[in-house]
Structure formats: structure tokens, C-alpha cells
T-cell receptor, first 115, second 114 residues
């Protein structure tokens, strides 16, 4: 597609429920990143995929968070037993290669609200 | 060492004026410094980026100035326009570690008054 696509754009769920967030990167981009943006804050790195492997998971805040990528394309970020502090915008980005000078292209995010 | 500190938190500029946003870092391993622009409800969009072997880069009305010895870099928006009103983020990443993850500053909300 023309850009990075994320779904759903908004998700409201009750505390304790599991949620899945989806990212469709730009076709042909080998690197995929997930970031979290709390209200009025900068972006926090969560996890990075090179192909279908995740060499850097250092930003995942707890074992309730997991992610996978399949077919070197779509990625899913799963949050189990959601807590109110998980409320944020979850952003996905992709780049052609993983190297540091490759532009990362962002989707518009999924706004997650935990009641 | 992984932090990028950004200032000011908010900025109000008159149309036609110059907007200046500053960032500082500590990790000398960082080798790529992009600036992103974000409008409400949208994802960040890359504006301009610089490598540490260059002291200045200009693209249209946007200029990055880079001071390697001071470990600081800044974004200058010349002839600021109301359409430039947005949140701006500086970021940094490093070549090593098998990841191109970006470390972001906290953001600057810019308002350009007509």
C-alpha cells in the first residue's frame, strides 16, 4: 500500500481484557517498529522486527505485552489483561532496512483506552 | 545515556518569524538525528534528518544545525506559517546493536499566530 496502515484506529476496552493491534507496513519494508505514545509525551520504543524476527524487544514494559510478525509483512501487538496505564496511542513504523539512517514511516496509530 | 532532551515544551511564534527548537543528547554512539512533525490524530512524519559528519542541513524553510562537540542539535523553521502549527519531535538512533530504534525527545508544541 501507499503507507503504513494500522487497525483499529480506536479501541475502547475494559480493564483485564486482551487486545490485539494490527500493523500493515509499506510493502517491501524489512524493518518494523512499534512505539507507544502517552498523552502529551514523546514516543517510547517497544519492539523491533527484522523480517519475522524480533532482535530487540527491550522496550516491552511487561510480559503482558507480546508481538509477532508473519510473512515479513503484517505485525500484531497483543496486550493481555489490560491495565489503565496501558491507555495510549500505539504507533507502528516501517523502514526499508534496519540501519540507523533509514527513514521510518509511521502509521496514524491505534488509540487505546482502558476503562 | 539513552535520553534525548528537548526544549522548549511549547512555543508561540508570529507568522513570518523564526521557530527554534533545541535538543541535547549524551550517547556519542548516536549517528542519525531526524526531526518529525505530528499533527493531532496523525502519526509523526519525517521532516528532515542529519548525520553527525555534517554541521547544517537545509530543506526549504527547515534547517537542522548540529554541534557535535556540544552534543546538541536544533531545528529552525524560517518564515513560520500557521500551517506549521504542530508538535515537533527530535530523535536519535545509533548504528550498533542491530536495531534502528529511535529515541525521541518529549516534543515541542508549536503555535504560529496569523
Amino acid at each position: 500500500g501507499a503507507g503504513v496502515s494500522q487497525s483499529p484506529s480506536n479501541k475502547v476496552t475494559e480493564k483485564g481484557k486482551d487486545v490485539e493491534l494490527r500493523c500493515d507496513p509499506i510493502s517491501g519494508h524489512t524493518a518494523l517498529y512499534w512505539y507507544r505514545q502517552r498523552l502529551g509525551q514523546g514516543l517510547e520504543f517497544l519492539i523491533y522486527f527484522q523480517g519475522n524476527s524480533a532482535p530487540d524487544k527491550s522496550g516491552l514494559p511487561s510480559d503482558r505485552f507480546s508481538a509477532e510478525r508473519t510473512g515479513e509483512s503484517v505485525s500484531t501487538l497483543t496486550i493481555q489483561r489490560t491495565q489503565q496505564e496501558d491507555s495510549a496511542v500505539y504507533l507502528c513504523a516501517s523502514s526499508l532496512l534496519w540501519t540507523s539512517n533509514q527513514p521510518q514511516h509511521f502509521g496514524d496509530g491505534t488509540r487505546l483506552s482502558i476503562l | 545515556q539513552q535520553q534525548v532532551k528537548q526544549s522548549p515544551q511549547s512555543l508561540i511564534v508570529q507568522k513570518g518569524g523564526i521557530s527554534i527548537i533545541n535538543c541535547a543528547y549524551e550517547n556519542t554512539a548516536f549517528d542519525y538525528f531526524p526531526w518529525y512533525q505530528q499533527f493531532p490524530g496523525k502519526g509523526p512524519a519525517l521532516l528532515i534528518a542529519i548525520r553527525p559528519d555534517v554541521s547544517e542541513k537545509k530543506e526549504g524553510r527547515f534547517t537542522i544545525s548540529f554541534n557535535k562537540s556540544a552534543k546538541q542539535f536544533s531545528l529552525h523553521i524560517m518564515d513560520s506559517q500557521p500551517g506549521d502549527s504542530a508538535t515537533y519531535f527530535c530523535a536519535a538512533s545509533r548504528r550498533s546493536g542491530n536495531t534502528g530504534k529511535l529515541i525521541f525527545g518529549q516534543g515541542t508544541t508549536l503555535q504560529v499566530k496569523p
